[in-house]
Structure formats: C-alpha cells, structure tokens
C-alpha cells in the first residue's frame, strides 16, 4: 500500500528486517529525510559519519549501506533512479530558519516533524541523528564551500531499501526552502515484504 506523507509533514513506522522500503518523489524536486533506530535497542541509531567512512563517499546511492554508529549495516540501497542524495547536513530545525532565513515566526521542521512522530516510540529529540536526505543536491566546492541548489529528482522517482534489521524509520517531506526549490509538495512511501523484481 502506498502511504502520502503530505507536504511540511512526517511520519515514524516500523520495518522488519528483510522487508523492503521504497520511497518516491511523486511531483519532483521534493526531498525527504530519514533516520533509522534499532528497533530492539533505539541506542543504536543511524550515522552519518560511520556510513561515510565505511562506504567511502560522500555520494550515497545504489550499492551502498547506511551504518549505524556501532558499525553495523542498517539498510542496503537496492535501486535509486535520482542518484543524488544528502548525508552532510541535518534535518531543518526552528534554529535553522532563524539563522539561516533570518526568520523567527513559526515555521515547520523536518526535526519537528521527526521527534514529535517519533516520540510515541520512546525516541527523544535528542536522540535524533543526522538524516539521510533522499533527493537532496548539496553540491560542495574545492573550497570546502557547501551549496544547496534544486533537486535533481524528477516525478516518480525513488529510491528502495532493504532493511538488515528490526528497525524503526522516521520520514518527511522536507520543509526547508532551499531544499525544495522553494515549492513544498509530498512524498510517498511503501512496504514492500520482497523485492518488486522477485
């Protein structure tokens, strides 16, 4: 079944080791951050730092795994159709539209929209690591200096996982500007319990 998760929104669920996940940009140009917990023992969480190191790339995509900070494999990356995806940067945060868009009204998170999805599950908000951004293009130069610019994902792309543990997932549809080419749309997501070519 394909679940929306509409636009500025979130959602946490459950996936079983084994299972398959897939999440789809519908409209394009639309990311989506994602954390992973163990769903046995939520210490064990994603890393952004471990799965850099150990895959060797800035550059997650097809083929890699996403590590937890004990070393252990999370998710394998079966199929992605965009190829360009975020480990670097965290999930937007009030602080982030305050120091980054000069704004102080209230606006929506992806850090919101996780720990308060994820909070039903015994997640704290400081538990919460950073993302893996589907779909996000931060393009880095010789400098070291990081851009955000435009997703390059079209309509209907996705990418698929496959889940080497018990795990919990928390998913948005991201809501920082910059991120999105200034236009908020959803994302959808499925469960699947084999791989769609079996």
């Not at 494999?73 to 159709?81: A, F, G, L, P, S």
């Not at 965009?82 to 606006?107: V, W």
């Amino acid at each position: 079944m394909i679940t929306t998760i509409e636009k500025q929104t979130g959602t946490a669920f459950r996936l079983k080791k084994g299972q398959w996940l897939k999440v789809t940009d519908p409209k394009g140009e639309q990311v989506s951050d994602m954390v992973l917990f163990n769903a046995l023992d939520k210490a064990e969480k994603l890393s952004s730092g471990k799965t850099l190191d150990f895959e060797e790339t800035l550059l997650i995509t097809k083929g890699h795994h996403l590590w937890s900070n004990r070393s252990n494999k999370m998710m394998r990356i079966v199929e992605d159709t965009n190829g360009r995806n975020d480990f670097l940067l965290a999930p937007c945060s009030p602080e982030t539209f305050q120091i980054m868009y000069q704004n102080s009204d209230y606006h929506p998170s992806c850090f919101e929209n996780l720990h308060t999805n994820l909070a039903p599950f015994e997640i704290l908000p400081d538990d919460i690591p950073t993302a893996f951004n589907i779909f996000m293009n931060v393009q880095f130069a010789a400098n070291g200096k990081l851009s955000v610019e435009p997703p390059m994902s079209k309509a209907g792309d996705y990418m698929l996982f496959e889940a080497m543990m018990d795990l919990i997932v928390g998913l948005t549809a991201c809501s920082a500007e910059m991120s999105n080419n200034y236009s908020f749309k959803p994302v959808q997501y499925e469960i699947l319990e084999r791989s769609p070519a079996s």
